[in-house]
C-alpha cells in the first residue's frame, strides 16, 4: 500500500526563527572577510546537489601568505537567557579546520572549531556552549552546529573562519589561494 501524501499522525517541534539575512548568500548581508581573504559566490555543487549557478556554495578563500584571519560576520542580536543554534555546511577544499564563534562579547562569546578532514567537532573556547555537533551529508559536506545559551542583552556578530588548524585564536597562518566551500 502506498503511504504517499497520506497523513501518518502529528509531527510536534519548537519554533525556531532564522535571524541570519540571507543565510545562503555569502556574497550579500555578510561583511567582507576581514584581515585577509574573499568570498567567492557559486564555487561548488551545494549541499541539497544543486548545480544551479544561483544555489551552489560559495568559498572563502585566503588572498595572500601571512598571518591573519579569513572570516566573514554578520551582525547578531543576543537575548539573555534565550538559546541559539549557529550552524553552516561546510566542506573542506584545501582547509581542515571551520570556526563559528561569536567575537569578543563576554555574555554570548564562544569559538567552536571543527576538522571537516575527519567529521569531527574540535576545540572551543569560551564558557557557553551548550553542545557541539556535525552531521555528515554527501559529498564531503558537514552541517557544523554550535548552542549556547546568551547570559545578557547584547548586540554583537556571528562569524565564519577557515581556518588551517585546530586552534580558537583570531589568527592562523593563511597560504593564498586555500580556503573552505560555505553554504
Do not use: H
Not at 562569524?159 to 585564536?169: G, P
Amino acid at each position: 500500500p502506498s503511504i504517499v501524501g497520506k497523513p501518518l499522525g502529528w509531527l510536534l517541534e519548537e519554533s525556531s526563527t532564522n535571524t541570519i539575512i540571507q543565510s545562503e548568500d555569502f556574497t550579500t548581508t555578510w561583511n567582507s572577510p576581514t584581515g585577509l581573504g574573499s568570498v567567492s559566490p557559486n564555487a561548488t555543487i551545494a549541499p541539497n546537489g544543486s548545480i544551479v549557478s544561483a544555489d551552489k556554495a560559495d568559498s572563502i578563500t585566503a588572498s595572500s601568505a601571512t598571518t591573519g584571519r579569513c572570516s566573514i560576520s554578520q551582525a547578531q542580536v543576543w537575548n539573555s537567557g534565550q538559546t541559539y543554534t549557529v550552524s553552516v555546511y561546510a566542506k573542506k577544499d584545501s582547509i581542515d579546520f571551520l570556526e563559528i564563534s561569536t567575537g569578543l562579547l563576554s555574555n554570548a562569546r564562544f569559538a567552536q572549531t571543527f576538522n571537516l578532514s575527519t567529521g569531527t567537532v574540535g576545540n572551543f573556547g569560551g564558557a557557553i556552549v551548550g553542545a557541539s555537533r556535525m552531521v555528515a551529508y554527501p559529498n564531503g559536506w558537514y552541517r557544523c552546529e554550535v548552542t549556547f545559551a546568551a547570559t545578557a542583552n547584547s548586540n554583537g556578530e556571528v562569524f565564519i573562519k577557515t581556518r588551517s588548524d585546530n586552534a580558537v585564536s583570531t589568527t592562523f597562518a593563511a597560504t593564498s589561494g586555500q580556503g573552505t566551500y560555505i553554504w
